[in-house]
Each structure stands twice: as C-alpha cells, then as structure tokens.
C-alpha cells in the first residue's frame, strides 16, 4: 500500500530551524556562528549547524524529565502499553521496523496576576467589546471579533472582514479556506490576524483490512485518519487585502490557545494509531509539524526530543508551544509523552490537567487530575512542576492562579467536591473538606481570595469559599435555589449573575394518596442575580426565566457572552425552538440583559433566525448581531434596527 509522501519525510526538523535560524539572522552576530555542516538528505541537502545562541535571561528552573534514547525505545513502550499495534501483535515481530531510522536529535518566574475584578476595560468596559475571556491580558480565539472598526466574522470556510461605522456595514475582504481546511476560531492584534484551523489526512486503504505482506488482517471499521491544527497568519494592514505572511501546523488536534500580546501559545494531543500498515516511518510514529518561515517541508520531531513520565501508559503526545505572530523566530514545540484535557493560562503560566481513573476498590472509581505547569516567557514555554489533585475539573473556569498559588476545583462522585490550593512547585498545600457529596460541581469562578462554586443534583447550592488562607480553605456560605447555573460572572458591587437551567421537582403518586419526589424536570434558561456581599449569606435577589424549549451556546462556552461594563449588561444568542401542533416555531434571537437598582433587566429581544455560531458585539452606540448569513446594525439605546448586511 502506498502512503502519501508525506510520511516519508526524513526527520531532520531541528537542522531545518537551525538552518532557518542561521539564514534569518536571529542568532546572533556573525561571531557567534560557527560553519554550518552539509548532509544529503535524498536529493536534497540539509544544513546541520553548530551554533552559538546568545546568551539569554535566566530561565524558570525546567522539571527534569528522561527522554527516550531511541525511536526503538519509544517504540517497544508503545508495545509495552498495549497500543501499538494491538489487533495483529502477533503477527507483526518488532523486526518488520528495522527500516525505520533514528532521527536527528536537537540540542538539547511567573508574572504575578493582576487583580482582574476591579478593571473596568477586563469586564468589557472600553469603547468596543472584546472577547470575554478568563484572564485579563491572555486572549482567547472566538469566531467573531472587532477592533473598533472592523467585524471579523468566520463561519469555518471562510473569514469576512466587514467594516463597522455605525450602521454604516461594508464587506470589504474575504479569505476562503482550502478544501480540506474548517477553521474554529481567530486572533486579531493590531494588523495581524491568526486563524485557526483544522484538516485531516486519510490513510490509504479499505476500512476493515489492513495488509501486510500479501497477507489482509481486520483491524476496524472505520479508515483512521492524521489530524492537523494550522495557525495561518495574515497581514490586514490593509483590509481589504489580506495577505499570508505564515503557516505553522502541528500534528495533532487543537486542545487550546491563547494570545499574550504578540505571541500565540497552543496546545494540541497527537494520538497514535494501532493500525499496522505499508512503508510505516519514523513520520507514522512521530509527531511532525511545519513552519512556513523555515520550510515548507513537514519535520518529524526525533524520538530523542520527546519527554516521557517514568512508568507512563500513555499511547499519545502532549505537543505544546508558541510562535511570536510579528517575527520570523521559528516555532517552539515541546512534546511530552501523553495528553491533555483542559488548560487555563496565566499570564506568566500555562496548566494543562489530565484526569485518570483507578482505585484499590473494584467497587469505586477514583478519579485523579494530573496537573502539568508551564513557566511561560514570550516563546519560551518550560515544564515546571506536576501536581496532582482529586477528582475532575469541569472545564477552564474551575481553575486560577492567585497570589503565587494555584488552585483547583473538582469533582468525586464518590466522596463529594474540593478546591484543593498547591504553591509554586504544585505541592498540595490545602484542600476544603468534601462539599456536597453525590453532586458535580457545574460552575465555578475564583475572584481575588474568594471562590464561588455551583454544584446540583435536585437543587442549585451556591458556595461561597474564602481562600485568604490557602492552606485553610473554608467554606463561608451556602445558598440552595432551584436549578443550576454553569456560568458565573462578576457585575461588580458584591453582584454575581448565574447562567444556567431553571428545574422544577417533578412527583409521583403512590398508595395512599401520597405524593413523593420522582426527580426534576427542566423548564428551560435561567439567569440569576446573587448578592454574594456578605459571604456568609449569599442571597438570590432575582431571576429571569425564559421558557420552555430554551438553551444558549453561552451556557457551556463564554465567549458566546458579550460583556459591557459600561452599561451593567451582558448578551447572547438565544434558541427557542420547538413543534407546536406540528409546526415547528422558531423564537431565537438575541437577548440583552443588564442589572439596574440590583435587579435584572431584559433590555431587549432581538428575534430573528440563527444560522450558525451567533454573537454580539458593540462599537460605540451600535449594536451588531452576527451570524454566518451576516450582520445587523442597532440602535443601542432603541433596539432600532438601522442597516445590515448580507454574506454570500
């Protein structure tokens, strides 16, 4: 079976970004060079350059990890954890990969965080809307974003940049996506703009058969695949003509990005395939990635640049890195021997978790989150320290730095909920007591020394948690409501709005005419108010409900929330939908809410159908409702419509 010439590329990533270091002069004066070696490589020749990069800042103390000394070492742990090659091991000896090269190898304080909650400009409080992001500083991708001026709108296909003068609304570019590319989110800084995308390559072949040797062995139904993540970034000085000035991609799919000033930070897991096949290479096992400002050709990252954990069972690669968007520095990616789950980004730290799963009970499953932190500097991204927490993290929000220390909230069905409080080097230095045992935690916010967590089973506990003494965590108060929220959001003043379902207990009649609890029923959106001033008794001081057959992508992704500081508000799209004698009725639209004499206020309905992943977003007085068919403009204080546009 032949395979596409891609997997044979030979590994030599780390010569080509010397090379491409050596001939963009980002080394260092000529004197610190030394006379760079030529090999041949095929027909082509690579430059394998000794050289002397300057001296830089000190660096954040790296977590010592052992590399592998060999592709056949890597390999026969693959074997060893039952992955590699688990359906026809037997057929298969270790000697059928005598062909397969060793690879080149390569040579071998965090910023303390800002007080987010007293910054106006962090809740959304400039003159056009952001993102609404956790941290303030570290940006996160969204589909729909605007400088002030312009509306960048992607639908995965295709980037529309529109022009925004108040109703004023001007298609004035459009970037079209290659046929085996979608993009899932964008960066926009000043004049550069980064999409991010995701494309597959398909193994040659018949599902279900592999062959080898003239001979067919079933291996799957499915024909596996290798998944890529692009970071594509483009010149917009001038709209209306954007031009592609990189390409880096990484094998692997996108588990997470941020954006610190100029420099994109990614995350990606590379899993490994257990299908034997044809002509396997170092590039089949290997991760591999490109950077447009070295080469165009792929690099397989060698064996002996990849980290492991001693005694790891893990079947896949961890991939993390930066690039500085603005400069011609090559790409910086470290590969670890394993995968990620959720990330949250600090500005000077970078925490990827990993939950497993194991107990000396057959009986209990007891889940534990692996916790890795990246010193991050610029380019630079280091491993530092792994620590390790009970239970599941739900998502990014039920994590933060504060104070040099880290903190965590998660989950254990079995014995109950925790924030659990680790130092610098990610030792456990505190731990609350089980919180509401037999319940998830399903929201979570950290502000300054205070923490708020939602957990449910039939109804909505709201904890209040003061963490001024990290080695002390106390719960203050608790609040139990009806429903849940999955997102909580800081209004300032002692205020907090809960987004999430509204539930109802639902009974059964038993013998004797009694009526006994048989569980709940959910009736729909809910947002809630809550005065957390006092946090020993939290209170619910309104909710608005919005009926049955209701949900926003705001409940379970946050920057689907427009935030404006300036007015106390927040908006979203909402869907409404539903068969109502057999016709099916579509309410959806977009909702503005804000909190006026601590109530809250929906300020308006915008109706209209949805197509797509749908924001809104505000410069000056104008309000834009954007979805993948177009925008339409609004009078922010009427609710007036005043101009629109229409994509085709």
Known sequence: MKRRLFARVFAVCMAAMIFGAFVLGVVGPAEQRKAPSVISVGNRKVYLSALTVPEKAPQPERLELPKFASLEELMGMLRQNGVLYSSVEKQFAFSDFETVGTAPSAASTPVAEADAWDSKAALGGDSSSKTNT?????????????????????????LRIVEADGAKLREVSVIELGEDEYATELYVTDDKLVLVSVRHEYFEGEPGTVAKGGEEFGCCIWLPSRQFTGYTVYDIADR????????????????ATRMIDNTLYFVCNRYLSSVPLDDMGEGDILPVYNDSVVSEEPCVIPAE?????????????????AFDISSGVPVVVETYFGSGQTVYMSRGALYVTQTSYGSDDARVSTPQTQIYKFAVDETSVILQAKGNAVGTPIGQYSMDEYDSTFRIATSNWETGNY??????????????EALAKGEQIYASRFMGETAYLVTYFQVDPLFVVDLSDPAQPTVLGELKVPGFSQYLHPMGDGLLVGLGRHTLQSFVRVEGGKEEPAGTVDVGLKLSLFDVSDPQAPIELDTLLFGENTWAEAEYNPRAIMVDARRNGLGFALQKSAYQNDVWQDESGFVVVSVRDRHLVRDALLTQPLFGASRLCYIGETLYAVDEQGIKAYDYNSYNLTGSVEFH
Do not use: C, W
């Open 134 to 158: 956790q941290v303030a500083g570290v940006d996160e991708g969204d589909v729909v974003k605007t400088d002030g001026k312009y509306i960048y709108v992607l639908n995965g296909k295709t």
């Open 240 to 255: 209306a003509a954007p031009s592609q000035i990189r390409h880096v991609e990484i094998e692997g799919g996108a588990l």
């Open 305 to 321: 640049d990849i980290s492991y954990f001693p005694g790891s069972t893990e079947s896949s690669y961890l991939l993390v890195g």
């Open 419 to 432: 924030i659990t409080v680790f130092d610098e080097t990610m030792e456990e230095i505190g731990r609350t």
